[in-house]
């Protein structure tokens, strides 16, 4: 989950590089949550607008090891080395470089330092982080298929067997996620990732949410289809959990005996 996340954040910050209204959006959302928020008010900076600014990338990249070979990573790159060669340098004056810029530059300026503090990172797959960041998806137009691809390394060898099964099936057919159930892991893992390879299928997390009134994208489990969460775990006596959410007591004692929760994934 973290990894996933980390390559939308990236996917997100260079598309909002981009997109100076939706970067304006994005910083006057930050300032009005501080300014009309009770907070106690701390002497941090020198600079006479108070804001608080944390570049997010070494955060993200330390979160996904393959992220840095991305096209998002490559986009944002891009945009801090063509500000970087026009930025004055360290005995000019920065206020009055800046006042010089047109109002057009001073925007696209702005759109990629507001763009390098995004984060939407999460480790849970029912974090409250997500509504958030398919706010800024749908702002951006984002489609993560265009950023990222299930492979090994991205996905296919963090995750249990019956996620893999799971990704086949929906982007396939049930009789390619039958046909790799019983191969051994490593096996299992390169076949998965034949079948996937230009099938633009995306973990539930990374999906484009479904407008209201549209039906939920083809590649959504039925589960989700129906409107309902697809059911994740199940036990022997018929008690479901769809992972989202407090775990259900029978699941947290199940655990609590040493259990694993990979054998409550449903197949």
């Not at 930025?87 to 206020?95: K, M, N, R, S, T």
């Not at 086949?168 to 034949?194: F, H, L, N």
């Not at 989202?244 to 699941?251: D, E, F, H």
Request: overall charge negative; glycine content about 6%.
């Amino acid at each position: 989950m973290a990894k996933l996340t980390a390559h939308r954040t990236a996917a997100l910050q260079a598309l909002a590089a981009g997109s100076p209204a939706v970067a304006l959006v994005v910083l006057l959302q930050a300032l009005v949550s501080q300014v009309f928020t009770k907070v106690n008010y701390r002497w941090r900076y020198q600079a006479l607008a108070k804001i608080q600014a944390s570049d997010q990338r070494g955060i993200i990249q330390r979160a996904a090891d393959d992220l840095e070979a991305s096209p998002a990573w490559h986009s944002i790159e891009a945009s801090i080395a063509g500000w970087e060669d026009r930025l004055p340098g360290e005995d000019q004056d920065l206020f009055a470089w800046l006042q010089g810029l047109s109002q057009a530059d001073q925007l696209d300026l702005l759109a990629v330092c507001v763009a390098h503090t995004i984060d939407t990172q999460a480790t849970r797959e029912d974090s409250a982080v997500h509504g958030h960041a398919n706010q800024l998806a749908a702002a951006v137009d984002l489609d993560m298929a265009d950023w990222w691809q299930p492979t090994a390394g991205s996905y296919l060898a963090s995750v249990p067997k019956s996620r893999r099964m799971e990704a086949v099936r929906e982007a396939v057919s049930e009789e390619a996620a039958t046909s790799i159930s019983t191969m051994k892991k490593d096996a299992m893992i390169g076949a998965a990732e034949q079948h996937l390879e230009g099938r633009r299928w995306l973990p539930a997390v990374l999906r484009r949410p479904a407008a209201d009134g549209e039906p939920a994208a083809d590649t959504q489990a039925s589960g989700a289809r129906s409107g309902r969460p697809p059911i994740r775990y199940r036990d022997a006596d018929g008690n479901t959990w769809t992972g989202r959410g407090k775990q259900p007591g029978w699941l947290s004692a199940a655990l609590a005996d040493g259990q694993s929760i990979d054998a409550f994934q449903v197949q």
